[in-house]
């Protein structure tokens, strides 16, 4: 009953069947060493495709992997976009997979997904919840969690793949679907394009992705007109001093007190300095300085999030923040030689969709989904590299959408009691997979055939 494809001709042969190809619900069907598809006896109806989703969802969950590290994922996706028909290309941008499908005269569409999950120790309760242990970027170890619903696009991706390549008939066109690597704090993007993803493979000229949504419930869509995600640069400070005994002050210079003057100082930059019609966030994440109670550290380390959505916006602010470190270290009688360091260490390009092909895509939703069901946004300070495959090429458009994931259920109580959701990235995230998902894969594939409508 159960089958290996690891051909295209195989998979040839099960597409003309009618089969489908899905992944069982065991994990331990599927490896690290060898993601393998499987064949589901009487599987082909749309409902039983939605559940195979499902599974593949849940066992994706129960194995988060972090960024460049998503070897399972990625042998996963290519193993079912292999199945599905698509000619398919392993370890683009280290982990990266393009799996393209030419199918007659027309443009190339790109679609994107993310694999990455986040260092983040779930606490949602659920049956299939991941207990994963990784490796942090600084060799330590750390829980892992899908806590941004990648696994909800992985298994979106999935199904609009297999829904496309079933579809054929009905468009023309050449589809390029890739699954990115490390899309948290950025760099997927940036490693598969360097690595020829517009040169190796056809060059799109549009390119579609959506991110799951805790702003909405599932079922429910957004479409940004043009701006969806904001700049976002992430920078490292030191702020140095001069140690002591911490009952000794006169005879230091406290880096703790600085650093909180700053801290403090940065707050101008937003409340005083700051146009209120140009969003602005300036965020202190991390803040790490001394040992003991009564030693005063020589100096103190912060990491800080910027995000804007305009280049001069973002630019004001990144000096601004290296003005008023400077200015309070001046202030706290800081020699010279020991100023404050502000470092950039990642500045992620603002989301901003090509309003052309925004509108077209929502309303096609609108049609098919009806007006109630695609609502509003605003802009989120979110930031995401899919800006990058649209950068690389002003002559190609670019459209992101959220897709709802909360349970209707708990958005309905969580309305009624006035409390908060969990948000992306919280520990307690838990989409509601089925009608997620169903709802990805129908969106995705409707606004695919619609960019490659035979003409
Ligand atoms: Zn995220
Ligand atoms: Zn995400």
Redesign the pocket.
Known sequence: MIKSLRTAAAAVLVIASGATPVLASGATTVTASGATPVLAKGAGAGAARQTDLVALYKDLHTHPELGFQELRSAGIMAAEARAAGFAVTEKVGRTGVVAVMVNGPGPVLLIRTDMDALPVREATGLPYASTAIGKAADGSDTPVMHA?GHDIHMSVWVGTARAMAASKAAWSGTLVMIAQPAE?GGGGAEAMLKDGLYARFPKPQFALALHDDSRLPAGRISVPASRALSAGAMVDMTVHGIGGHGAYPATTRDPVALAARIIMGLQMLISRESDPFQPAVVTVGSIHGGSKYNIIPDEVKLQLTVRSYDAAQQKRLLDGIARVARGEAIAAGIPDRLMPEVKVAVDINPTLNTPALAARVEALFVGKFGRDRIVPLDPSMASEDFSDYGLADPGIETTIFWLGAVKQSTWDAAKANGTTLPS??NSGFAPDPAPTIATGVEAMTAAAQMVLAKR
């Open positions: 941004c948290e992306l990235h």
